[in-house]
């Protein structure tokens, strides 16, 4: 008797072992419905770096790595582990359309909520097609962006990557960016990329920009960044530190308080080997009799600026054999007047 009570006991325990083994392996149940026409995507894929399937997996019908989930499909899923966030990254696209018909302007929305989805680490995407003469403003409420090079990393992890097109096939890396900056909006030809990445445990649940139609802006993008006191700012050339398009002119607006001044610093710049035009920069400064007054990259920079003002950089028509870089890293320091009598 004593035997069989044992053995029991050693089954029970068996029984027990096993559920407990597939509590801790199983995880919550996720459902993602996307409506018919919405034009988006949702992509769950393996992080970096990859993990083998045996470490954690996707169950959705079976064993699925990548899960791929399209506008008018509902799927039920799990993970197989308790900690998918260090296996999987979450991507959602949606593709905006304004060349067949209207383009919904206004505020951004998450889509899906953020609510409904996996925490994973996430990458909303809108990709945005538009005509040739069609201008397009994003618009980014506070906090503003700061511009960081291309690689490195924001804070709390909330990066804006932003793109344009040059044509059907091109992109231009316009920058990327973290919060608590100046820059208030970007304007773009043609059409717009904007990737948002969010880390798995940050809870925010909004995109913090808006849509805008303008008319044709006749130039790869103007940046508008605002000053509300004394502070600098670190802005980067299209594609940096990759050339800059070639013929393309790109154009930064500055709003600067009436009783403070700004000075430019040109910080890192290359120049590439032209063959028709010139590349140079262009400011349009209140008060210049010149304007816009024409400046090489070289040169020493306009300081102690009185209001608002405009810097254009613009690319010439490159030698085929030998086309060079055009880049330029550039620093705007806005402060009280140091010498109203010096420029």
Same mark, same amino acid.
């Given at each position: ?6 053995? /029991? ?5 068996? &029984? @027990?072992?096993?559920?407990? =083994?597939? @509590? ?18 949702? @992509? ?9 399937? +045996? /470490? ?29 966030? *260090? ?7 949606? +593709? ?19 609510? /409904? ?10 990709? /945005? ?53 100046? &820059? ?48 600098? =700012? ?23 308080? =009436? ?15 032209? &063959? ?27 300081? +102690?600026?009185?209001? *608002? ?18 880049? @330029? ?15």
């Amino acid at each position: 008797m004593a035997g069989l009570n044992c053995g /029991v006991m050693v089954a029970l325990l068996g &029984v @027990l072992l096993l559920g407990a =083994a597939r @509590l801790a392996r199983g995880g919550e149940t996720y459902e993602i419905a996307l409506p018919h026409g919405s034009n988006i995507t949702v @992509l769950i894929k393996p992080g970096v770096p990859t993990l083998p399937a +045996n /470490v954690c997996h996707i169950i959705s019908k079976g064993w699925v790595t990548p899960l791929s989930i399209k506008a008018g499909e509902t799927v039920v899923f799990s993970f197989s582990c308790q900690d998918p966030q *260090n296996h999987f990254v979450i991507e959602i696209q949606k +593709n905006i359309d304004c060349m067949s018909g209207p383009c919904p302007f206004g505020e951004v929305h998450l889509q899906p909520s953020t609510s /409904v989805l996996p925490t994973l680490n996430r990458t909303f995407i809108w990709d /945005v097609k538009a005509n040739k003469n069609i201008g397009l403003e994003l618009q980014f409420s506070l906090p503003r962006l700061r511009q960081i090079r291309w690689g490195e990393s924001c804070p709390d992890g909330v990066t804006h990557s932003i793109s344009s097109r040059v044509d059907t096939t091109t992109m231009v890396r316009i920058g990327t960016f973290c919060s608590n900056g100046t &820059v208030s909006r970007i304007k773009m030809q043609e059409g717009v990329k904007m990737a948002l990445d969010l880390p798995w445990f940050h809870n925010r649940n909004v995109s913090g920009f808006s849509i805008t139609n303008r008319s044709s802006i006749k130039r790869l993008c103007i940046i508008e960044s605002v000053f509300e006191d004394e502070g600098s =700012a670190t802005l980067m050339s299209a594609n940096y530190p990759d050339g800059f398009p070639e013929d393309e002119l790109m154009t930064w607006q500055f709003i600067i308080p =009436a009783h403070l001044r700004a000075i430019v610093s040109f910080l890192q710049f290359s120049v590439s080997n032209c &063959v028709k035009k010139e590349e140079r920069v262009e400011y349009c400064i209140p008060g210049s009799t010149t304007n816009p007054e024409v400046f090489k990259l070289k040169d020493e920079q306009p300081g +102690n600026i009185a209001g *608002n003002f405009n810097l254009s950089l613009q690319g010439c028509d490159q030698d085929a054999q030998n086309p060079g870089i055009l880049r @330029l890293q550039f620093q705007v320091l806005v402060q009280h007047p140091q010498n109203e009598s010096s420029k």
